[in-house]
């Protein structure tokens, strides 16, 4: 079975740079959440979208942008990298209308910034 | 607001034993979801089991079970029939009926002793 894309897996960025995280939902499924899960620590949301609309929000940084594009892939921008930042980046989708409340992770991006 | 507290930041059992992983909450919602999440050493979170806090009936899935108990917001794990494989990081997680946001616990790591 299909599963959730994240590109890149693995990025490493010095302080004050930019990057971009992507995430392909599982087919069909039409929401897209983001999570930050530093060293050591459990999984801390950020922010979700359904129908390219944000749904939710969490504790993202504002220096932290996201979007959800016509495809249901989203991207989470980030900028002026601080060393704080290094972390394991996770994907999950899940359809809206499945009612379980599931939501099946992508693999996720290891972001390190030096 | 959601809490969740694994307080067993380890635990350790016996290839082919039984071991039982707790957990606790709070909430002052009446409809939400109960969730375990299995992170192993690639560091993929895979959905174990899913609980709704409207049915009685505590949810298993082949040797993994739970024991839900509602008044006392309590949440545990039961891994029949323990295998090398289920050697990983356990994350206890709740999510309120329509949110987005998956709250987690600190997860306790097990690990299997053949």
């Known amino acids: 079975a299909a599963g959730v894309i994240q590109s890149p897996r693995h990025l490493i960025k010095e302080k004050r740079e930019t990057a971009t995280l992507k995430c392909y939902p599982i087919p069909r499924h039409d929401t897209v959440y983001w999570y930050q899960q530093g060293p050591g620590q459990d999984p801390q949301f950020l922010i979700s979208f359904y129908e390219k609309m944000q749904s939710d929000k969490g504790s993202i940084p504002d220096r932290f942008s996201a979007q959800q594009f016509s495809d249901y892939h989203s991207e989470l921008n980030m900028s002026s990298l601080e060393l704080g930042d290094s972390a394991l980046y996770f994907c999950a989708s899940s359809p809206r209308t499945s009612g379980t409340h599931e939501q099946y992770f992508g693999p996720g991006t290891r972001l390190t910034v030096t | 607001a959601q809490t969740v507290t694994q307080s067993q930041p380890e635990m350790s059992v016996q290839e082919a034993e039984t071991v039982t992983l707790s957990c606790t909450y709070d909430t002052s919602e009446s409809d939400y979801y109960l969730f375990w999440y299995k992170q192993p050493p690639s560091r993929q979170m895979i959905l174990v089991i899913r609980?709704?806090?409207?049915?009685?009936q505590n949810a298993t899935e082949n040797r993994f079970s739970v024991n839900f108990q509602k008044a006392a917001k309590s949440f545990s794990l039961k891994i029949s029939d323990s295998q090398l494989g289920d050697a990983a990081m356990y994350f206890c997680?709740?999510?309120?009926?329509?949110?987005?946001?998956?709250?987690f616990g600190q997860g306790t790591r097990l690990t299997i002793n053949p």
């Open positions: 997680a709740s999510i309120l009926q329509g949110a987005q946001k998956l709250v």
């Open positions: 609980q709704e806090a409207y049915k009685q």
